[in-house]
């Protein structure tokens, strides 16, 4: 017990940063609360996690998203207030950065990782995705567009996929010069089953995946051996994927495991979540049709923290799939997309393919004022197309709701997002810089008692799955 006073104290609002500077003693008080049962279970993968913010404010921004849902409840700051008239939740991909977007198979376009969609007012989210835009042309491209054209134009372009386009995929022939190129890519690499390069080898005949580093620019990239719990789990965990998935059934010998490696270093905000590569037989006994999928922890939506619910009868891995196939433009997007449990831990199933291009921030690096304001516009019509296909809180479908709260107010709308966004991305540029000194200050977790890399004494399936440490 006695290790875990000083936490208990900051979590209580007892010690942390001088008062002086009221959002940062918010920041760390928030931060310790919300991670608490994470340093408790995976205090190294949590130390990954504010490592990985510490880099760059906009991996700060990718990394608190449960900070973004919390502030937009808070009417008292000012990118959280609208004059715009009130309109019901609806269901939103929960984060909605520059970095969420992606091709998929075709190649086509569209919002991805949908680990933390939930319910909540639309305008939250058009206001993340700007100040993202924002964020990220502050660090790549400082003074290329300005920021209120940029802001503008992605809230207009919002506002028309809603009143012109609704639910359609957006057309790839549509796509700026930044998206173009990921598209091009996706095109090239998809059909030559790149992953299968980039993640495997063949020996003697047989194909296993890789062990070690997968991206020489990138030490915390890697696959490790897997535990020998999730070894033995694995079966049965892709026997419960397969008998809840949706779809024609396989071929006798589809999902026959090869080979399974723990998956290292991707994300920022889910590298506190336990991810698996498999390697798996495809439909023939050729190696060259073998399929790569990944299982990644599920967990809930920090959008969903205050909902009515009742009692849940979904995991959050089914809610995580079930609301992924409401969002993406089209079902065949992923044809693995599924879920399933691995000892105990809710896990969705998806495919790792080079069909899947994500857009980075080093993109905006010398891009003209031009291109750049059409990624903004791209970015806009992606996220309103998204939102025109998504349900209200009520069950309604949501497009409807959206042209009637949008209708004549589409001007207000984009000067509220630009305005909204500058303030926001102001607040993160600034957060970033308190979570640096507030690391100065308490340690690397903020007060958090740090452990060692195996250190999970509190959640027996933790210490199953995360051994050995990722790097």
């Not at 001088?18 to 928030?30: C, E, I, K, V």
Request: proline letters at 8%; hydrophobic letters at 40%; one cysteine or more.
């Amino acid at each position: 017990m006695r290790r875990w006073l000083p936490l208990l104290a900051l979590a209580a609002g007892c010690v942390g940063p001088p008062a002086a500077d009221p959002r940062a003693s918010q920041l760390a008080h928030f931060l310790a609360r919300a991670t608490l049962p994470l340093a408790r279970s995976r205090p190294h993968q949590l130390r990954l996690r504010f490592d990985e913010m510490a880099r760059t404010p906009f991996r700060f921004l990718r990394g608190s998203e449960i900070l973004f849902t919390r502030d937009l409840r808070d009417p008292t700051l000012p990118f959280a207030r609208t004059a715009l008239p009130p309109v019901e939740p609806i269901l939103l991909q929960g984060d909605a950065h520059l970095e969420n977007i992606g091709t998929f198979l075709g190649p086509r376009l569209d919002l991805n990782d949908f680990d933390a969609a939930g319910f909540g007012p639309p305008w939250w989210e058009v206001r993340r995705a700007a100040a993202s835009l924002l964020v990220a042309l502050r660090e790549q491209n400082p003074g290329a567009l300005d920021e209120r054209t940029a802001a503008r134009r992605l809230a207009r372009a919002y506002a028309d996929a809603i009143r012109i386009e609704g639910p359609t995929p957006f057309d790839p022939t549509q796509a700026g010069a930044i998206l173009q190129r990921r598209l091009g890519s996706a095109a090239k690499d998809g059909p030559a089953r790149g992953e299968l390069g980039d993640f495997t080898e063949l020996s003697e005949g047989i194909r296993k995946l890789r062990r070690g580093n997968t991206d020489p620019s990138d030490p915390r990239e890697a696959l490790l051996d897997a535990p020998v719990a999730v070894q033995d789990g694995l079966a049965g965990a892709l026997d419960r994927y397969a008998g809840a998935r949706q779809g024609a059934p396989w071929s006798a010998g589809y999902l026959g495991v090869k080979d399974v490696a723990r998956r290292c270093g991707q994300g920022v905000g889910s590298l506190t979540a336990v991810r698996y590569y498999v390697l798996v037989e495809g439909p023939t006994a050729a190696q060259e049709d073998d399929v790569l999928l990944q299982l990644k922890e599920a967990t809930d939506a920090s959008l969903d923290a205050d909902l009515p619910y009742g009692a849940r009868q979904q995991s959050a891995a089914e809610r995580s799939e079930e609301r992924q196939r409401r969002l993406q433009s089209s079902p065949e997007a992923d044809p693995h997309l599924g879920h399933t449990r691995l000892l105990d831990l809710p896990m969705v199933v998806s495919t790792i393919s080079d069909h899947q291009k994500t857009l980075r921030v080093g993109d905006l690096e010398g891009r003209s004022a031009g291109e750049i304001e059409e990624l903004a516009a791209n970015f806009g019509s992606l996220l309103g197309r998204l939102h025109a296909r998504s349900v209200t809180l009520g069950g309604a479908y949501a497009l409807e709701p959206l042209r009637r709260w949008l209708s004549g107010q589409e001007e207000r709308f984009a000067e509220e997002t630009a305005v909204a966004a500058q303030s926001y991305a102001d607040q993160v540029i600034e957060d970033h810089r308190r979570f640096l000194g507030l690391r100065a200050e308490l340690g690397p977790l903020l007060g958090l008692p740090q452990g060692s890399p195996s250190d999970t004494p509190f959640d027996p399936a933790a210490r199953a799955v995360l051994d050995p440490p990722c790097p």
